[in-house]
């Protein structure tokens, strides 16, 4: 039984190392979660790539008082949503 564990380990481990490149993985070992709150969280997944980005002015000020970390989605002054 442990050396299944052990393999399945091993395979989820190759599996997901292949899924972020080295400044991506360097980012994520530098904090101690992945995200940095629920807000950052429920932001990120709003915000898939494919879907066109909505931001608030509200995200901005909480990534700035918060220190959100990532890939930075970058939007038009006209496209932030007044809320």
Do not use: Y
């Amino acid at each position: 039984m442990k050396v299944r564990n052990v393999a399945v380990a091993v395979v989820t481990l190759l599996v997901v190392s292949g899924c972020a490149t080295s400044g991506e993985w360097s980012t994520w070992n530098t904090h101690p979660t992945h995200f940095a709150s629920g807000q950052h969280l429920f932001f990120s997944l709003r915000n898939t790539e494919g879907r066109a980005p909505r931001v608030a002015r509200r995200d901005i000020a909480q990534a700035r008082s918060e220190g959100w970390w990532g890939k930075a989605i970058t939007v038009g002054q006209e496209q932030i949503i007044e809320r």
